[in-house]
């Protein structure tokens, strides 16, 4: 049985940015580390797309919560708590993306290696699009991130680690020019930045705009 009281915990966020929905688990460790204040034994980490680079960091936690865009087939903008062997079960069975198909590999070989944290928790939310570079969460998506949150703290809770109000100071996040806020507002307009491609080469995209 895996320890009440995990000494050292890894909050994560995987994904890419700039693919919409796909960043939704980068956008969950952004706006927690606003919102909640963290004991020094919890690590939030951006984890982003780095695949293998992440195993060092699992490797030296005893529990790990994972935010990512997940599809479970279920309605967009739906949230869903995976916990333990379901965890790289699921992600091993139905990925979305590249980057899960590296963090199963991460998973694999933390479990392979004697290193993957005793507890696991997956908290993913089924993305609305993910066919849009350079776009941000849709509003179904972004509205789960304080529901997520929600989950996460009592997630913690329930191993013992203490969630204040507050901030929690972290290194391990992304610059500051590609967070949410700056990302979003600082978009171009779809023409400008050509978004939805040429008509000339996409016929059916044209017709079915029309």
Not at 144 to 159: C, D, M, N, S, Y
Request: glycine share 12%; aromatic share 6%.
């Amino acid at each position: 049985m895996p320890a009440e009281r995990p000494e050292r915990v890894l909050v994560l966020g995987i994904g890419n940015v700039l693919w919409a929905d796909e960043g939704f688990g980068v956008r969950c460790v952004e706006e927690m580390a606003e919102r909640c204040a963290l004991p020094d034994r919890v690590r939030l980490l951006d984890g982003g797309t780095q695949g293998l680079y992440l195993l060092p960091f699992l490797e030296e936690a005893d529990a790990l919560l994972v935010f990512d865009a997940i599809d479970f087939g279920l309605p967009p903008g739906t949230l869903r708590v995976l916990r333990d062997a379901d965890v790289p079960a699921f992600m091993g069975a139905k990925k979305m993306s590249l980057h899960q198909t590296g963090f199963q590999d991460v998973l694999a070989t933390a479990q392979f290696t004697g290193g993957c944290p005793a507890r696991l928790t997956l908290i993913g939310c089924q993305p609305v699009e993910l066919e849009d570079y350079g776009g941000g969460l849709r509003p179904a998506v972004a509205a789960q991130i304080g529901p997520a949150i929600a989950e996460a703290v009592a997630e913690l809770t329930r191993w013992g680690v203490p969630v204040g109000d507050g901030r929690t100071e972290t290194g391990d996040l992304a610059d500051a020019s590609i967070r949410r806020g700056a990302y979003e507002t600082g978009r171009p307009s779809a023409e400008a930045a050509c978004r939805t491609g040429d008509d000339r080469f996409f016929p059916a995209t044209a017709k079915e705009t029309a």
